[in-house]
């Protein structure tokens, strides 16, 4: 039994450390889709129509997210803000995956969420993206195509990420 906790045990965990490193998630410094078009679509909730051939022309902020997702929750007013400080100079597109209509009108009108947003309940717009966690932000220039990814909370007004944006 000391032979195993001396020897076997460091090379399993050495074993299980490098297949946790050969199987993780291709997000490593340019992830999938970046410099790609990025995938179409249209939505149709209760409130509107979204198309995203609709916003070329303008740098878009495409962020996936959920009314019961505590990163959503956290980063959402920066969004707000940040659509806000640009103007017209780039469209923030918030994709929500909530089935729940009631609970997401209510957390735009609580939270005071002032720029363009959609109900997405059968996912059909995150998972063009390959999107199963949230929130997920894609950043595509005005020509359409993809240029950066975000995987978690974002705070969308640091002084970096607006110079990138209204640079771009």
Not at 34 to 59: C, N, Y
């Amino acid at each position: 039994l000391l032979v195993y906790h001396i020897h076997v045990k460091p090379l399993l965990t050495g074993i299980l450390a490098l297949i946790c490193m050969l199987t993780a998630c291709d997000r490593g410094a340019h992830p999938r889709g970046i410099g790609s078009q990025a995938p179409d679509f249209t939505l149709k909730d209760s409130d509107r129509t979204v198309s995203l051939h609709d916003l070329k022309g303008k740098p878009v902020v495409l962020n996936f997210w959920a009314t019961w997702c505590l990163p959503c929750i956290q980063e959402m007013p920066s969004l707000v803000r940040l659509q806000k400080q640009l103007g017209d100079q780039a469209v923030i597109l918030a994709v929500s995956i909530d089935t729940d209509e009631d609970a997401y009108h209510k957390f735009l009108k609580v939270h005071n969420v002032d720029l363009l947003t959609v109900r997405d309940p059968d996912q059909k717009a995150p998972s063009l993206y390959g999107t199963s966690m949230w929130p997920e932000t894609y950043v595509i220039d005005s020509n359409g195509t993809i240029r950066r990814k975000f995987i978690g909370a974002v705070n969308w007004t640091a002084p970096d990420i607006v110079e990138y944006l209204t640079k771009l």
